[in-house]
Every structure is written in structure tokens, then in C-alpha cells.
């Protein structure tokens, strides 16, 4: 299978975005659309291997570029420095993801009817509030996301959700797990939620240790998360997947 990639500006009023588009050459055709939001270390190359994960299961791949020209915070007060005011204002946040939707539904290569998005820590949050927004999407999965609800009144969906959670995850304490069932149900969503024990924040990324138990990657929670997610989206997209990534 042949993986293309390349780089995509959009906007979000005078703020210039840019994605990381993956696809594979192999399909013809408009194909489903899987979106991915970034962690708070911004688009890097982490969410450029998840689109290109995507890419090799038959969908297209477009990592969001959610803080704005493609700025890759290094220091801990550089990442809180840009993701800090997003997540204070949370209608400022949703209005930069639905710019980063609308400029993937808007691609050729991208089936507009068939969209799903995944998200990593800050991502995480970011997935479940494009599902607050009221954004289409078949699916969403937030790998060890932030989980607190914003301060506007979501709106109801279908979204088929998975919440993927590492039960240990001082980011997101067993209050904010059951608040966001609570939240997902009075929506109207179907949703999933898979807690991993013996599991904090950063499950899914390699070689993440704080050394204070904060961070840590599992790499069985790693690998069962991933496999219940390209279930999720072989069900809500049938049979348009053909790869095993």
C-alpha cells in the first residue's frame, strides 16, 4: 500500500493552521476521514504517525493543527502557554476545531459524510468537545483525554464515542469519569468507556515516564485501546477500511 502525505494551511479567522494530510494512493474515490487532535505538545510527530496509522487502515489521515502555525511548544510553560487559553475558553477551542473539520471535509480525497476524529491528553478533550459542539462525526475516541465538561451546554449527537482511560490518571480523577457518562448520556450519544488498571496519563506514548507515576506508557493498555478503536471504526465506516495498521 502506497501512503502519500503533505502538508494542508487552513484558517481559523486570521489564525493560518497546518494539518498533516495522509492517504493511501491505492483507493480511488472520496474515502472516510479520520481527524486527529494533538496533545499539548502540539502537531507533532506523533499525530503524524496516528494519520498515517489511519492512512494504512484505508482511511485519510489529517492531524489538526489546534494551536495554530504548526508551533511545537518544547518547555512545560511553553505547552501550558498555548494550551492553557484553550482550554479556558472553551468556544474559542471548538471554533478552531471546526475550522480544522471543515478544511478536511472540504478536501477532494475526503468523504464529508464519513468523519470520525481521535485525540490524545489535551486532544482527548478536544475529540469530546467537537461531540459537545455538535460536530459530525460517526465516531470519537479520547485516548487518557482531560474529561471536564466546558461551560456552554452541549448539544445533542449520535457520535458513537469510546472514552479510553487509564484508571490511575490523576488528570482526570473517577469524579470526572462518571460526570462525562452522566454528560455523553444526556445527549444521546453511544458510548463506550474502557478503563485500564494499574494505568495513568500517557498510556499510548512510548517511552513516557515522569518518574513520579504522573506519566507512563502501558503498552497492553496501548495495544487494547488501539484495537477497540479500529473496531469502532470499522463499525461506523463498514467495510471502507482495508488495511492493519
Known amino acids: 500500500m502506497s501512503i502519500a502525505a503533505k502538508s494542508v494551511e487552513y484558517k481559523d479567522d486570521n489564525q493560518t493552521c497546518i494539518g498533516y494530510l495522509a492517504w493511501s494512493e491505492t483507493f480511488a474515490g472520496p474515502r472516510p476521514c ?43 510553560e511553553d505547552k501550558q502557554a498555548l494550551m492553557n487559553p484553550l482550554v479556558e475558553d472553551r468556544k474559542a477551542l471548538l471554533r478552531r476545531l471546526t475550522a480544522g473539520f471543515r478544511a478536511a471535509a472540504d478536501l477532494e480525497i475526503v468523504d464529508e459524510t464519513h468523519m470520525a476524529a481521535m485525540g490524545f491528553c489535551f486532544g482527548g478533550l478536544c475529540t469530546l468537545d467537537m461531540v459537545r459542539g455538535g460536530v459530525d462525526l460517526k465516531a470519537a475516541i479520547s485516548f487518557h483525554g482531560l474529561l471536564a465538561a466546558p461551560d456552554y451546554e452541549a448539544k445533542k449527537s449520535k457520535t458513537k464515542v469510546l472514552v479510553a482511560h487509564g484508571w490511575d490518571d490523576p488528570m482526570a480523577p473517577p469524579e470526572h469519569v462518571v460526570a462525562v457518562g452522566k454528560e455523553l448520556t444526556a445527549i444521546g450519544c453511544d458510548w463506550q468507556l474502557h478503563a485500564y488498571g494499574g494505568t495513568t496519563h500517557a498510556f499510548t506514548v512510548p517511552g513516557a515516564d515522569s518518574g513520579d507515576g504522573m506519566l507512563l506508557h502501558n503498552p497492553d493498555a496501548e495495544r487494547r485501546s488501539w484495537a477497540a478503536t479500529k473496531a469502532l471504526l470499522g463499525e461506523v465506516f463498514g467495510a471502507d477500511g482495508a488495511g492493519t495498521a
Open 34 to 76: 479520520v481527524l486527529i487532535n494533538h496533545a499539548w505538545g502540539g502537531r507533532d510527530d506523533f499525530a503524524g504517525d496516528k494519520a498515517m496509522r489511519m492512512a494504512a487502515l484505508g482511511y485519510v489521515g489529517f492531524a489538526l493543527d489546534n494551536y495554530g502555525d504548526n508551533a511545537l511548544p518544547e518547555s512545560v
